[in-house]
C-alpha cells in the first residue's frame, strides 16, 4: 500500500490516496481522508534513448537511472545493432532482463546507416521481422534514411510494412523534411520525429499528425526552442555518464516545468503519452496496469523519494535497491595488429601536396572541408602541428581488413594520438593522431582492450575499456564517468581543448551529416554522397 | 483536392488548406492563401451502438446516416447474434460492405444474456477467438455481465483474455457499479463504460482511467448531465428510425456545443479519440490515414455540405450517393402455430386468484411489481380491462416450443394485442392482449411475416415486418418510420398512451433490469435473480 496525493493524469486533480497494489499491478485507488506531503505519479518513461551513448550496459544504465524515478526505456539499440546484429540485440534484452528496470526496444530500422562503410552486420527485412516478432519489441526504430522512404527503397518500405503487420508503431527520424516530401513520409505510417530543432519544423509535423519527441539529452537540447509548442514526449536521445549521475527524466521533467510547461502536462509527456503510443500497459496508475510508481517531494524538483516497480521498491533516495551482475559480454573484434606504415599517405604526384582536410567545428556534427599543402618527408605526407592538421584514421574492426586515411584539423593535439571504438554508426575504430607511430600504438592498445577510448601521450597508454561491443563498459557509471574525466584531463595536457573529444570524434565517421567525414572505405564528400581523394 | 478551413485537432488551429487525396487516403495538406466558409473536419465515428435498435439493415442505416456525415460506426450487434449467432454477425458484415459507410464490429461478449431465456445461439470462448481474429472486430462488445466479472466466472474472463490475446480493447457497461468491485472490473482490462447517468459516477471512473462514453441517443440522454465531466466519445448506443431521419453524430456534436463543450474538444471526441481507441486508421486528416471527411457550413449547427469516404464524394447536401441493396436476408423463426388456449393461465387453487403483475412504467426499463385479485371465468383467469391488467407472454421462437404467460399493467389497451419479435435480449415473440384471441392471432401474424411489430384491432391486422432475423427491415429508414408511426397510431386508437408501446415492450423481457420481468421460461424477479410464479 503506497500512500500520498496522486495528480490524476486522466481529471487534472490532485487528491489523498492509498494505491493497493497486487502481483505486481495495482490492485485499487481509494481516495483518504489524510493529509501528505509526497506525490505518487506514474514511474517515468523515456520514449527514445540509445543505451549505448551511456556508454553502460542495460543492467548498469538501469543501476543509475531508477534512483532518478525512470521505470521504464524504450530503447533503440541501433549502434550494437551495427557491431553485432540480432545478436547485439539480444544481448541487450538479456542484460536488461536481470534488472527491474523496464527496457522495451525498437527494432533498428537502418543497420548499416549507409552502404558507403563496413558495418558488423545488416539487418535486412527477414531479421526485423525475426525481431518484430518479440513482445519487448514495441516499433521500428527511428527510420534516419528518409531519402529512402521518400524515393520509395523497397527494403525500407518493406520494413514499414512488416511493423504494419505486427501492428507495432514506426519511429521517425527526419530532420528539417518538409512540404510533400514530409506528407509522403507520414504518409507511409511513420508517427513520431525526435529531430526537430526549430519552432516551425516542429509545428509543421505536429499539424500533420506526428508526435513530437521534445529532445533534451546530453547532446542534442531542443526544450528551449520547443515547450512553447508543444509536444506528445520529453526523451534524452543520447545521455552521457556524468550526466546520468545526475538525474535522467527527472531532470528533464523539472526544465520543462521551469521553462512553462504546465507540470501535469509534462508528467503526461514521460507517463500516459509514451505508454499508450507503445502500448506499455504501464504509465498510468490505474487498476489492472503495472504498478510502476515514483514518489516525489514536489512537482517543481521532482526530487525522487521512492520507486516503485512491479510493485516492489526498486529505489529509495537516490540508492538503488537491487544488485547488478552485467551479463556474459558479446563482442566482436577482428582485425590485425596495425604497423606505423599503415597510417601513412603517399602523395600521388611528388610536386602536389595539396589535401583534402576534415574541419571539426566544436559542439556540432557538422564538419567542414578545406584545402591545405602539406610538407612530404620520406615521401609521405607529414602532420603539420603548427596548422593543427593531424593524422585521421578509420580501421575497420569486422575482420575485412580495410582502412582509410585522411587529415583533420581542429584537435590541436601536439603529441600522441587518440582513439575509439564508438564511431558513428558502424563503430569501426576511429584514430587521430601526431604520428604514425602512437596512432599504430593506440589502435592496438584499442584491440587488446577489446573496445573502449585510448589516449597515447608520451608513450604512456590511458584507456577506458568498453568490452561490450566495442562500445559499452560493465564498470557503475560513476567509474565509467571518473575514468572519462580522467581521459579528457590527458587529451587537454595534449594540447585538445574540445569539451568532448572522444564523442566529437565518433562523429567524424557519421557518414550522414556533411560535409567531410571518413569511413573504413575513404574520404566521404556527403554533399555528393560520393567518396573522394583525400589528394586534391 | 478538397478545399476549405480546416480544424487542426492536434495543433488546435483553424487555416484554410487543401486536401490532396490519391487512392482512397489523404496525401498531403497543404496551407493555401484563399478564404472559405466551409470547414473541413474528418468524417464522424459513432464509438457505441447497436445497428438493430434502427430497425434497419446497415446497408440501410448507412443510407440514412451518411448523409448526416458519419462516416464509421463501431456497431455491437449482440442484438442479432441473440438470434443467429455467429452468422448472424456475418450478415451484419456482408450487408455492411455493400456501402460505403465504415463499419467496424465487437464481439457481442453477454451471449445470451442470462441463463434464464432461451436465445437462438450461445457464443462462448471458441466463437469469440473465431471473431476477434476478424480485421473489422475491434473491440470485445459491451461487457454487462460485471457481476460475472466481479464474481470471476472463467468463462467470462476467459473472453477478456482473448481480446487480450488478439490486442483489442475490451468495452464495458457497468451502470452504478463502484468502489473496489469497479476496480476489480476496470482491471481486468475493460477501458470503456457508455453507462454513466449522474456525473459522481462518471468521475470515479474517469478517475480509474476509463475512458468515458458520453450517451445520447434515442432512449438514454446522458449529456446534459455529463457534459461539465468531460468525456472521451460521444455515442449514440441507441437510434431509433425516425430519429435518424433528423440527425445522427451532427446532432449531438450540435447539441454538446449548444451545452457549451468546446467545438474542438467535441469534434475530437466523435473522430480521433474513437479512431486511436479503436485501431481504425481514420479520425484524423493526416497522410496517410483514410480520406473520411466532412465539409460542414460552421462550428456550431455542424450542417454536413458534403461526406467523403475513402476519398469518394459519398453525400451531397443531405442525399446519399450511392445504392442499397440489402443482402440476402437471414433469420430464425422456428415456432409452430398458436391458439388462444395456450394463452390461458390457470389457477392453482380456485379460491386463490391473487395474481402478480408487471408494473410499466413510462420511459423507464425498470418495472415494478404489485398483487392483483382477478376473476376466474371458466376456469382461467381473465383480463381485467378496468384495473388495466392485461396478459402478457413471450413465446420462445428457436424451435424449442416453450413459453410462458403473465400479467401486465400500465398498456391500458381496452381492445386487440400487440406483439413484437423484438424482444431484448433473446428476441424470442412477446406479446400484451386483452384477450387469448388476440394475442394468438398477433402471434401467428408474427409468424407468418417472419417477424417484426403486430397490432390487432378489431379483427384489423396492423404490421411492420422486419424480415431480418426479427429485427430489421430492408426498407429506407423513412419507409420504417411512416409505417412505425401508422402503428403507433392504431395502437393509441385502442387506449395505450405510453409514448413507444413496441419499444417498452420489447424491455418487458430484459431480465437484468429490476423489477418483474418475463422470459420464455417464466416469470422473473431480479432482485432474487429467480423465477417466481403468477399466481402469489
Not at 28 to 39: D, T
Not at 166 to 179: C, E, F, N, T
Not at 275 to 297: C, E
Not at 499 to 521: E, G, N
Request: charged share 20%.
Amino acid at each position: 500500500m503506497i500512500k500520498g496525493n496522486i495528480i490524476n493524469l486522466f481529471t487534472e486533480e490532485i487528491y489523498p490516496v492509498e494505491v493497493e497494489i497486487q502481483g505486481g499491478l495495482v490492485k485499487c485507488i481509494r481516495e483518504v481522508n489524510e493529509e501528505f506531503e509526497n506525490y505518487i505519479l506514474p514511474g517515468f518513461i523515456d520514449a527514445h534513448i540509445h543505451i549505448e551513448s551511456s556508454m553502460l550496459t542495460p543492467s548498469r544504465f538501469a543501476e543509475v537511472v531508477v534512483p532518478h524515478g525512470t521505470t521504464a526505456v524504450v530503447a533503440d539499440p541501433h549502434e550494437i545493432a551495427n557491431v553485432l546484429g540480432v545478436s547485439g540485440i539480444k544481448y541487450m534484452m538479456k542484460d536488461a532482463s536481470t534488472v527491474p528496470l523496464r527496457f522495451f526496444f525498437t527494432a533498428p530500422s537502418c543497420v548499416p546507416a549507409t552502404p558507403f562503410e563496413t558495418s558488423g552486420a545488416v539487418l535486412g527485412p527477414e531479421e526485423i521481422d525475426e525481431l518484430l516478432q518479440l513482445d519487448d519489441m514495441v516499433a521500428l526504430g527511428e527510420m534516419m534514411n528518409f531519402p529512402g522512404v521518400v524515393g520509395e527503397d523497397p527494403v525500407v518500405l518493406e520494413k514499414i510494412r512488416l511493423a504494419q503487420k505486427h501492428s507495432k508503431p514506426v519511429d521517425g527520424h527526419a530532420p528539417l523534411l518538409s512540404g510533400a516530401d514530409l506528407c509522403k513520409y507520414v504518409g507511409t505510417g511513420i508517427s513520431t520525429d525526435h529531430e526537430c530543432s526549430v519552432r516551425d519544423e516542429a509545428l509543421e509535423k505536429k499539424r500533420l499528425g506526428m508526435k513530437i519527441m521534445i529532445r533534451e539529452g546530453s547532446s542534442a537540447k531542443n526544450l528551449e526552442e520547443l515547450w512553447k509548442m508543444g509536444g506528445d514526449f520529453l526523451v534524452s536521445d543520447d545521455r552521457h555518464p556524468e550526466d546520468l549521475l545526475h538525474g535522467h527524466v527527472n531532470q528533464i521533467l523539472k526544465k520543462a516545468v521551469e521553462w512553462g510547461v504546465d507540470p501535469v502536462e509534462a508528467i503526461r509527456m514521460v507517463t500516459v503519452n509514451p505508454a499508450n503510443h507503445y502500448n506499455l500497459h504501464s504509465g498510468l496508475i490505474s487498476p489492472g496496469k503495472m504498478a510502476d510508481l515514483v514518489v516525489v517531494d514536489d512537482l517543481e524538483n521532482f526530487n525522487v523519494k521512492k520507486v516503485i516497480i512491479n510493485g516492489e521498491l526498486v529505489a529509495r533516495e537516490g540508492k538503488a535497491l537491487f544488485n547488478v551482475k552485467p551479463a556474459k559480454i558479446k563482442n566482436s573484434f577482428n582485425l590485425k595488429n596495425t604497423s606505423p606504415v599503415d597510417f601513412e599517405i603517399n602523395p600521388t604526384r611528388t610536386n602536389n601536396a595539396n589535401v583534402r582536410v576534415i574541419k571539426v567545428i566544436e559542439g556540432q556534427l557538422l564538419t567542414e572541408e578545406f584545402k591545405a599543402n602539406l610538407e612530404i618527408v620520406d615521401g609521405v605526407f607529414k602532420a603539420d602541428l603548427e596548422q593543427d592538421i593531424l593524422k585521421i584514421a578509420v580501421v575497420e574492426r569486422y575482420g575485412h581488413n580495410k582502412m582509410a586515411n585522411g587529415f583533420v584539423n581542429g584537435y590541436n593535439l601536439k603529441k600522441g594520438a587518440i582513439a575509439s571504438s564508438v564511431a558513428h554508426d558502424s563503430h569501426n575504430i576511429i584514430v587521430i593522431g601526431t604520428s604514425s607511430k602512437d596512432m599504430s600504438l593506440a589502435v592496438n592498445t584499442l584491440k587488446n582492450n577489446q573496445g573502449g577510448l585510448v589516449a597515447v601521450c608520451d608513450e604512456n597508454i590511458y584507456s577506458l575499456k568498453l568490452p561490450v561491443a566495442g562500445l559499452m563498459s560493465v564498470m557503475s557509471a560513476g567509474e565509467v564517468s571518473a575514468q572519462m574525466n580522467k581521459l579528457h584531463k590527458v587529451v587537454n595536457s595534449m594540447g585538445c581543448e574540445l569539451a568532448s573529444p572522444f564523442m566529437t570524434m565518433s562523429f567524424m565517421a557519421l557518414l550522414v551529416i556533411p560535409q567531410l567525414k571518413i569511413s573504413d572505405q575513404g574520404l566521404f564528400d556527403v554533399e555528393s554522397f560520393q567518396f573522394v581523394d583525400v589528394i586534391k
